[in-house]
């Protein structure tokens, strides 16, 4: 088969999935899905899309699976360390003066697109070791979302294999996990802030007045009109000196440019440019 028909047939499944479950994966790149769709075929040694959304139809669960190998969750705790440390050196203090001089009396960060939590875990901790060797008063919470109803589930859970946690120095190991017989847990601290929930980037967000949107690695599964929606929904959730955080591979490039200023190039922190008229009274 032409790759174009080949195309043509993906497309039609797409269509398909919308009106049948509900689930738009339209806005996601068509080699990407199609090697994704492959991918679980030849897993259930189906040969045809045809055949494929036949299992789909007849199989529940088979939606979730798919929606799982799309939305690839790899992930890891601390990862790109540096990053983590710019936030710590360079973002945080702003942030922790806005919210002590009385705004929202506490740190407010988002881990968009989290997978099975790591990421959200991770900045808790940075964060409360910031305010660990900056005592000033104010709180955090975190607020750490993905597409996948089972990647949340595991990063509710806020169980890992002790492997994982290889990047993690000793003394933030002793201090924020504690050992259980399947591995480490998240401990309580840690666990306590950070809120997890399923919510679809394509929808409009549930947070706002945000200093801190983390969002690594899922932008590059989007093409760039989807891109560019998202990236305008992140600029009004953060409030007045907020910061976007991206993957070391990703960039804001073209119309979304007139929404941020890139801060530090090589850890791909922009900062939000406030426009004269800040919606909806956000700081
Ligand atoms: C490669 S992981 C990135 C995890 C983490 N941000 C990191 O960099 O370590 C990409 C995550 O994006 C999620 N994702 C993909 N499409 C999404 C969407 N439309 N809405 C929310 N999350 C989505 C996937 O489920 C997956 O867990």
Not at 165 to 182: C, G, K
């Amino acid at each position: 088969m032409s790759n174009v028909a080949k195309d043509m047939e993906l497309a039609e499944l797409i269509a398909r999935l919308n009106t049948k479950f509900g689930k738009d994966l339209s806005s996601y790149r068509l080699n990407c899905l199609g090697r994704r769709i492959s991918l679980r075929m030849s897993m259930l040694r189906v040969e045809s899309l045809s055949e494929y959304f036949e299992y789909l139809s007849s199989n529940r669960e088979e939606i979730e699976h798919l929606l799982d190998t799309v939305t690839i969750h790899v992930t890891e705790f601390m990862r790109d360390a540096e990053v983590f440390e710019a936030v710590a050196r360079d973002v945080l203090p702003a942030a922790v003066a806005r919210a002590a001089r009385g705004g929202a009396g506490a740190i407010r960060v988002w881990s968009a697109g989290c997978s099975t939590g790591e990421e959200a875990y991770s900045l808790a901790i940075v964060v409360l070791e910031y305010l660990r060797a900056h005592p000033a008063g104010v709180g955090l919470e975190v607020f750490a979302t993905d597409i996948s109803r089972e990647a949340c589930r595991v990063a509710r859970r806020g169980i890992y294999d002790r492997r994982k946690l290889d990047r993690i120095p000793a003394a933030l190991r002793d201090r924020y996990f504690e050992s259980v017989p399947e591995g480490v847990r998240v401990a309580p601290e840690a666990r306590r802030v950070v809120h997890f929930s399923v919510h679809d980037l394509f929808q409009p967000p549930r947070y706002g007045n945000l200093d801190i949107v983390v969002c690594r690695n899922v932008l590059i599964h989007f093409d760039h009109v989807v891109r560019d929606e998202v990236l305008d929904r992140f600029q009004g959730a953060l409030g007045r000196g907020g910061v976007l955080v991206l993957g070391k591979t990703e960039a804001i490039t073209g119309a979304a440019g007139s929404l941020f200023q890139l801060a530090d190039p090589r850890n791909k922190i922009y900062a939000k440019k406030c426009s004269a008229l800040p919606r909806g009274g956000k700081r």
